[in-house]
């Protein structure tokens, strides 16, 4: 088993990146309130649009990317970010790790320099989702873009090299937050995204308070079960990268 190291020292700036709007908040929710709540700037960047979150056939998709938005703007609030969130626009289940993704996400570390990044792991094994896989390769690859200056060399851009790097469903965990503070606010964020009830959390009827509930208890025995190899009461794992 992994030696784990827990809890960072809190960062200045962290900019945090997921697929689909709440891939940062189940990855990292309880993480980045915490650091928040603690003076630390915190970033969403978010790859896709999300139109592919439903399973309603006869959804109207500009309605369900505009909504998505708003809810991922509502939880980044909830979590405490600092300014709104950045979204690159690539279409949902297309996203695509490219020089063009490249180029733009390298330009947003070095616009936004943060000292840590969050984001998926591209090496988990047996991952099905495309959008996954490729936004943590996209990440790994724009962080090497962003800390040298000859890749997309940019006049008005320094290069920006954080100084770490938090992968989360990570495939060798060997880092844990303690976010034991934090969970209501990571279930309050997560809840912010209504138009995913059905698809990811299992709730039907929003007004039916136990199905709530089943969820608030999913995400604590997650952090439980995250944490514990840790000795954390509740955490959130990671893969820690550093120096990058
Ligand atoms: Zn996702």
Redesign the pocket.
């Known amino acids: 088993m992994n030696e784990y190291t827990v809890d960072l020292a809190v960062p200045e700036r962290v900019v945090a990146v ?3 709007p ?2 940062v908040e189940f990855g990292c929710g309880g993480t980045l309130a915490k650091w928040a709540a603690q003076g630390c700037a915190v970033h969403h960047v978010i790859c896709t649009d999300g139109s592919k979150g439903t399973w309603d056939r006869n959804v109207d998709v500009t309605v369900l990317v505009a909504t998505r938005q708003e809810e991922q703007r509502h939880a980044a609030r909830v979590l405490g970010a600092s300014d709104d969130v950045v979204f690159l626009g690539w279409t949902d289940g297309e996203l695509e790790d490219g020089p063009a993704q490249r180029r733009q996400l390298a330009r947003w570390i070095r616009r936004l320099r943060p000292d840590v990044v969050l984001g998926h792991d591209p090496w988990r094994r047996y991952r099905l ?1 495309p ?2 896989r490729h936004a943590g390769f996209l990440l790994t690859d724009a962080i090497v873009a962003a800390r040298d200056p000859h890749f997309f060399p940019e006049p008005e851009l320094e290069p920006h090299r954080p100084s770490a790097l938090l992968l989360f469903e990570a495939d060798e965990p060997d880092h844990v937050e303690n976010v034991g503070a934090q969970l209501e606010t990571k279930v309050a964020a997560l809840l912010a995204h209504r138009s995913q009830y059905r698809s990811t959390m299992d709730i039907d009827d929003p007004a039916d308070e136990s199905q709530v509930e089943r969820f608030r208890q999913r995400v604590a025995d997650t952090a439980s079960e995250q944490g514990r190899p840790a000795g954390v009461a509740y955490g959130e794992r990671f893969k820690l990268l550093r120096p990058l």
């Open positions: 997921g697929a689909h709440d891939d989702h959008d996954h």
